[in-house]
Every structure is written in C-alpha cells, then in structure tokens.
T-cell receptor, first 111, second 116 residues
Framework: GQNIDQPTEMTATEGAIVQINCTYQ??????LFWYQQHAGEAPTFLSY????GLEEKGRFSSFLSRSKGYSYLLLKELQMKDSASYLC????????????FGTGTLLAVQP | DAGVTQSPTHLIKTRGQQVTLRCSPK?????VSWYQQALGQGPQFIFQ???????QRGNFPDRFSGHQFPNYSSELNVNALLLGDSALYLC???????????????FGSGTQLSVL
C-alpha cells in the first residue's frame, strides 16, 4: 500500500511555530503535496516537494526526505486563521495525478 | 478566471437512489479527478478522466462511474446509493502530466451528499 500517516490533531498558540509530520511508503513515490483545508471548503495547495530538502514559502515551509519516507510542514508566526486541517498527500500516479491522502491533521490555534 | 466549479453544493438522497454530480474544470485544464472525502478523513481517489476516458481508478465499486465531455467537464454517477456513500465529493482539475511536470491539483468546493 501507500499508507500516508500523520497526526490526527495538534494544538498550538498564536505566534508560535508548529511542525506537522507525515510519513509515507516510498515504493512508487513521485512527490509529496501539502494542502490546507478549512471546514466545509476545498483543499488549497500549499506545497509540492520532489527533491530532498526544505522549501520555504513565506510563513510556511515544507521538508522532504525521500530515503526516510518523511516530510513535515512547518508553520511559523501562527495566526488564528491557520486553524484548519492540513492534508499530506503522496503522488503515486506515474503518468497521472493520482494522490493518496492522509487523514489530515486538524490544527487548532489558540490565543 | 473561474476555478473548478461543482454542482450541486448539497444533495440529499435516499438509499437505492442514483445521483449525478457535475464538475467544470479550471480554464485551460483537460484532466478531471474525483475524490470522496468522508467526515474526518482525507480525500480518497475515485477515478480520473482524460480525453473523455477513464485513465485510472481507485478502489471503488462499479456503482461509481463517470464521464468526461468534449469541453473537459465531467460527471460522477453513483448508483444504488448506500448510507456509507454520504461524503463530500471533490472534483480536482489539472493539466495532463508531461514528462517533467509537477502539476498542481485545483480542487472545487465539493458536493456534500447525504444518503438517508
């Protein structure tokens, strides 16, 4: 299988930093997506990592280690609006864009 | 530039009925994927359509079928509805993958289906 594992829930404080981890099966793996999903809304794209290393994009950064089957999403300077579900998804599609999603990590940002 | 649009936004059906959900991809996109998202879960891949044909399919029964039209829009049909089919159905569009393309999937807001 292509199990994508991530924590179910996390809580953090406004202004702080939080790291959401994700592990995945490496067989057939092409790349790793992170999406943000607010309740009742569509998932919105945050990042896509193909190569090892850290990619920074404003307050959000994403890291990938292909050999370890590990990724994390780092959120800095947390804001209340960052309260959402964060979905880790592995790209196993080969010639297609078939994504295998984890269950999502529900992040609650507290004042 | 309109994003991915889905209709209807909400739908209530009873067991055994059939339902059709519709999706218009983002302008310029030619590939449509459908996902099922149960409450508290991540989206599960149902199938993908490209050039009016099903290109890849996830682990869903034949009750789930689809279609893609020449204008790239797509329909998802579910027959003989079960209570367990209650979920948010998401449509995602993209460009057909090239040799070195990391195309982002753009998701619609989804259709919330409730089966009673």
């Amino acid at each position: 299988g292509q199990n994508i594992d991530q924590p179910t829930e996390m809580t953090a404080t406004e202004g702080a930093i939080v790291q959401i981890n994700c592990t995945y099966q490496t067989s057939g793996f092409n790349g790793l997506f992170w999406y943000q999903q607010h309740a009742g809304e569509a998932p919105t794209f945050l990042s896509y990592n193909v190569l090892d290393g850290l990619e920074e994009k404003g307050r959000f950064s994403s890291f990938l280690s292909r050999s370890k089957g590990y990724s994390y999403l780092l959120l800095k300077e947390l804001q209340m609006k960052d309260s959402a579900s964060y979905l880790c998804a592995g790209d196993y599609g080969g010639a297609t864009n078939k994504l295998i999603f984890g269950t999502g990590t529900l992040l609650a940002v507290q004042p | 530039d309109a994003g991915v649009t889905q209709s209807p936004t909400h739908l209530i059906k009873t067991r055994g009925q059939q339902v059709t959900l519709r999706c218009s991809p983002k302008s310029g996109h030619d590939t449509v994927s459908w996902y099922q998202q149960a409450l508290g879960q991540g989206p599960q891949f149902i199938f993908q359509y490209y050039e009016e044909e099903e290109r890849q399919r996830g682990n869903f029964p034949d009750r789930f079928s689809g279609h893609q039209f020449p204008n790239y829009s797509s329909e998802l049909n579910v027959n003989a509805l079960l209570l367990g089919d209650s979920a948010l159905y998401l449509c995602a569009s993209s460009l057909a993958r090239g040799l070195s393309t990391n195309e982002k999937l753009f998701f619609g807001s989804g259709t919330q289906l409730s089966v009673l």
